[in-house]
């Protein structure tokens, strides 16, 4: 009886601290991808508003060569 509880209780805090550290690294993951997508985000955002003002700048442009 001895060996089996030995060697039952051996493997049962193996996994717990693989469990542990699983956990630590899904967090460290899930709060990577949230960044990125964050930046992301931003980085979309500051690209349509750069399209957006090119935009205005040429049809400003348009408007002023038919004034000529």
């Known amino acids: 009886m001895s060996s089996r509880e030995g060697g039952k209780k051996k493997p049962l805090k193996a996994p ?9 690294q899904d967090l460290n993951k ?5 960044q990125q997508q964050q930046q992301q985000q931003q980085q979309q955002q500051q690209q349509q508003q750069q399209q957006q003002q090119q935009q205005t700048d040429s049809s400003n442009s348009d408007s002023k060569a038919d004034n000529i």
Do not use: L, R, S
Request: charged share 50%; hydrophobic share 15%.
């Open 16 to 24: 717990k601290k693989e469990a542990k550290e699983m956990d630590e």
């Open 30 to 34: 899930t709060t990577q991808q949230q």
